[in-house]
């Protein structure tokens, strides 16, 4: 990595050195000393601030040396998860050896993608196409056939090559795709699979007809399909283009394995490991990419460096001798790409699709939403949520309202609407991430209780808001058509009794309920309400708000913690909110309740009295022609809020 980086000083830098084990291929707990293998493991101490200034130093990680198994004899051991010499091109017979590993030790574990919900009997539609190999065109995809999927960055390159309503006709023919002048990512693809001994692949840009809307919509939204049912899906990570070859596919293609002779030892400076080598690559930044890997049960990935084989149970790749039948131990398993679903809650395969689009890259910055409805469907099947289309709208999960609703811009990045899809002339609700530049955070309501330097406050990858009690039931939303609909969202309830230590139990806050009265649908507005517009029951409060003392400020961080402040003098903090730094605030906002968090206590440090789960949910709102605006998310203390007089009011939230 440092040669990318010539203006970097190392002089503080320290190397450590130490050997690391690599696991075992034969015995699945720990094993005895002549079957282990182990690798040298370099790290770098004192690289912090090049880690701020360079965050690929994170990805790089450490560098590792093996022993080529020429020498593994020396040692009175086996072969296992040494290296071996790789070839100028990729070795097509390991590659069947993956596969064949694959379909008989691992069975229904790689068979489909959905290992939880119902049996999974889903086929592709009658209008899905794919390139016939053999005959070179493109074709109706017949039933029940065995195909493989292509995933790769287009990058700019040109309509040339792609199908379209004037070309469809010849591209159904035999022989009808041997003129097109096909990129090398796509020929090399093409190559590779007849060397697989497979017949087709589904290419998007010559299997959607390009030019023509309704073939793109209906495509587009069984992504699901075509990439959680193909046999197997070829990633091309070492490209920037369609132009680009397959490195390995063709001789001359790729790096070259560094291997040098160090006291009559064959040692081997490994390239990155797979979840590395895509963090550092072109295609890892590309949206469209996220799930067509995520929905893919066996990937090959072709690398700059080397061919890597994933599926639902194994990592393989051709430079460690890593292939076994048994529940094998690989250091290679830790080195995994996407899983999906990420766990066996809903909510947190959701909201960890939502984190990893937001931060990729899209031409099309409109096409957020369509680039992660392949994933939304997909949870949809598996969680058992009904239909997606009432499930999921503008790329938030409705079934978990209460849960997706708070989410948080990511503070490097600007509060600032996306440019709308083509033919949308209103714009996408404010409620939404999706209608929002950026990355996109879920983070734990506890977050907002510290001040930590600089943006670290919101860096929670690995938590998620909890809620313990849903104040709004039921929601209403004014679908595409221009109906008030009620949503089918997932009932969290439970009763919770504040203790105080002094003086027994305390009051809690108790939501409005009930169906609202078809007269209160309709704000004083004038007009129809827009499709996407929430309508629900809850009270409402304005608080003072000031920047939390000791946030840096950076022209680079564009949202910060707030404390929300008490009408007492002086003024106390009550809450915090997470608001935006790039407009003129305010000296006080309008707050709206929505749930209870899960945060397990607090503390009233003037009163010296101890409470569980008293804090609550808010969201700071602005009004805007009679309708709400969503300016931010926070916490505001239960007693707090109940004392402030809060005023029960149906919401228009747009």
């Given at each position: ?49 090049i880690w701020k200034r360079y965050p690929a130093f994170r990805i790089a990680g450490a560098l590792n040396i ?61 209008f899905v196409r794919v390139v016939d190999v053999v005959l070179m065109a493109v074709v109706p995809a017949p ?489 931010g998310l926070g916490i505001i203390h239960e007693a707090v809020w109940i004392a402030s007089g809060a005023e ?7």
């Amino acid at each position: 990595m440092l040669d990318k980086f010539p203006h970097v000083d190392i002089s503080g830098i320290e190397c450590r050195m130490f050997t690391k084990h690599c696991g075992c291929l034969q015995l699945a707990t720990y094993p005895r000393s002549k079957f282990r293998c182990y690798r040298i493991h370099v790290t770098m101490e004192g690289i912090e601030d090049i880690w701020k200034r360079y965050p690929a130093f994170r990805i790089a990680g450490a560098l590792n040396i093996h022993l080529m198994q020429e020498d593994a004899f020396k040692f009175r051991r086996p072969t296992d998860l040494h290296c071996r010499r790789m070839k100028n091109t990729v070795d097509i017979k390991m590659v069947k050896k993956w596969i064949k590993l694959c379909h008989e030790c691992h069975g229904d574990i790689c068979k489909s993608l959905l290992r939880i919900g119902e049996h999974d009997n889903r086929k592709l539609p009658g209008f899905v196409r794919v390139v016939d190999v053999v005959l070179m065109a493109v074709v109706p995809a017949p039933a029940g056939c065995r195909y493989i999927a292509l995933s790769y960055i287009w990058g700019g390159i040109g309509a040339e090559y792609w199908t379209t309503k004037d070309n469809i006709a010849d591209r159904g023919t035999p022989g009808g795709l041997n003129t097109a002048k096909l990129p090398d990512t796509i020929t090399d693809s093409i190559l590779f699979v007849r060397q697989l001994g497979e017949r087709y692949i589904w290419i998007d840009t010559l299997c959607i007809i390009q030019d023509n809307s309704q073939d793109k919509f209906a495509q587009i939204h069984n992504m699901d399909l075509v990439y959680g049912l193909s046999y197997l899906t070829i990633i091309a990570a070492g490209g920037t283009t369609a132009r680009d070859p397959l490195p390995g596919c063709r001789p001359q293609t790729r790096t070259q394995q560094h291997i040098e002779v160090v006291q009559g030892l064959h040692l081997y400076a490994a390239p990155p490991r797979l979840k590395e080598a895509l963090a550092l690559s072109a295609w890892n930044t590309r949206c469209w990419t996220y799930q067509e890997c995520a929905l893919s049960r066996r990937r090959i990935y072709f690398t700059g460096q080397q061919v890597f084989f994933e599926c639902q149970f194994d990592v393989l790749c051709e430079d460690v001798i890593a292939e076994s039948k048994c529940d094998s131990t690989s250091f290679l398993k830790y080195s995994r790409a996407e899983y999906f679903p990420q766990s066996l809650d809903s909510f947190m395969s959701y909201l960890t699709a939502v984190r990893q689009c937001t931060r990729r890259n899209l031409t099309v910055e409109s096409d957020i939403v369509d680039a992660l409805t392949g994933v939304t469907n997909a949870l949809a099947k598996a969680f058992g949520l009904g239909d997606p289309d009432r499930a999921f709208r503008y790329g938030m999960m409705l079934t978990d309202l209460h849960h997706s609703l708070l989410w948080q811009h990511h503070p490097h990045t600007p509060r600032t609407r996306r440019s709308l899809p083509d033919g949308c002339s209103l714009p996408w609700p404010s409620w939404a991430w999706a209608t929002w530049r950026g990355a996109i955070d879920y983070m734990s309501e506890h977050r907002y209780l510290v001040t930590h330097p600089e943006d670290a406050w919101l860096v929670d990858d690995f938590a998620k808001p909890s809620v313990v009690e849903m104040f709004v039931d039921p929601w209403y939303i004014v679908d595409h058509g221009g109906t008030i609909v009620q949503l089918d969202v997932r009932r969290v309830s439970r009763r919770v009794v504040l203790i105080r230590e002094t003086e027994g139990e305390v009051p809690t806050y108790s939501s409005p309920r009930g169906i609202i009265d078809p007269t209160e649908m309709t704000p004083d507005i004038h007009r129809a309400l827009d499709p996407g517009t929430l309508i629900f029951r809850t009270t409402s409060s304005h608080f003072s708000i000031a920047r939390r003392r000791g946030e840096e400020s950076h022209a680079s961080i564009h949202h910060g913690l707030f404390d929300i402040l008490s009408g007492s003098s002086p003024p106390t903090w009550v809450g915090t909110a997470v608001l935006p730094l790039d407009a003129a605030l305010p000296t006080s906002l309008e707050f709206i309740v929505l749930s209870r968090t899960g945060i397990n206590d607090g503390y009233d440090i003037e009163r010296f009295e101890y409470y569980h789960e008293c804090l609550l949910y808010v969201m700071a709102v602005s009004q805007n022609g009679g309708l709400m605006e969503r300016v931010g998310l926070g916490i505001i203390h239960e007693a707090v809020w109940i004392a402030s007089g809060a005023e029960e009011k149906v919401v228009f939230l747009r």
